[in-house]
């Protein structure tokens, strides 16, 4: 079973269609209690970082979150759910302090001429870890969708999977042990957004 933390995020139903369709079992979990016997963790997320921060945490979600992937549990964040994973944000004057499971701060796009904020549509996918088992069967350069105006800027180049070009070229998802997340999103990226997800599944069925 994937638990697929709800806390009111205005994409889970995409993200849960997405996963169904690829053969997963998803329950939606709004507890710390309900993610107990999960095999992975997928935390979505559309719209502010402090948004996100702060429905976790009133759920309790934040802390039960944070302990899952400490444990190296298989978990895959998806934009702002990837974005919540660092120290802190750029947005809105952001107070809120996120995961802090790596270190690095999620920031905005600099203006780049004929380039508009946010980045909504496609755009592709350089890969720099081959072996990431996320990738398994999609091309370098794969196209995927985007929205977004902020991205986060890791201080361990070593957590990138894959980087993306729009004005600054930036980490657009990141890879360590059982844990993946993505700036770009899955459940919208058509084929090789269900191939993704699919990999994902097959690889936390693997871990159990």
Request: one cysteine or more; glycine letters at 8%; charged letters at 20%.
């Amino acid at each position: 079973m994937i638990a697929l933390l709800d806390y009111d995020s205005g994409n889970i139903r995409s993200v849960e269609k997405a996963l169904r369709k690829v053969g997963a079992d998803v329950e939606r979990v709004r507890t710390p209690a309900a993610m107990q016997n999960a095999e992975a963790v997928v935390l979505p997320g559309v719209g502010a970082f402090d948004d996100c921060i702060g429905a976790l945490q009133r759920q309790e979600l934040l802390a039960a979150t944070r302990e899952w992937i400490l444990a190296d549990r298989p978990f895959l964040g998806i934009c702002v759910g990837y974005q919540a994973l660092f120290e802190r944000s750029e947005e809105f004057n952001s107070c809120a302090a996120g995961l802090a499971v790596f270190g690095g701060r999620v920031v905005r796009f600099h203006k780049s001429p004929g380039l508009k904020i946010p980045q909504i549509g496609w755009n592709q996918v350089r890969i720099t870890q081959p072996d990431c088992p996320l990738y398994r069967g999609i091309p370098d350069g794969a196209y995927f969708y985007f929205v977004h105006s902020f991205y986060p800027a890791p201080t361990d180049e070593s957590l990138v999977a894959t980087r993306t070009d729009y004005g600054d070229d930036f980490a657009s998802s990141i890879w360590r042990g059982n844990l993946f997340a993505t700036q770009f999103h899955p459940e919208k990226s058509q084929e090789n957004g269900l191939r993704l997800l699919r990999n994902f599944v097959e690889f936390s069925a693997s871990r159990g």
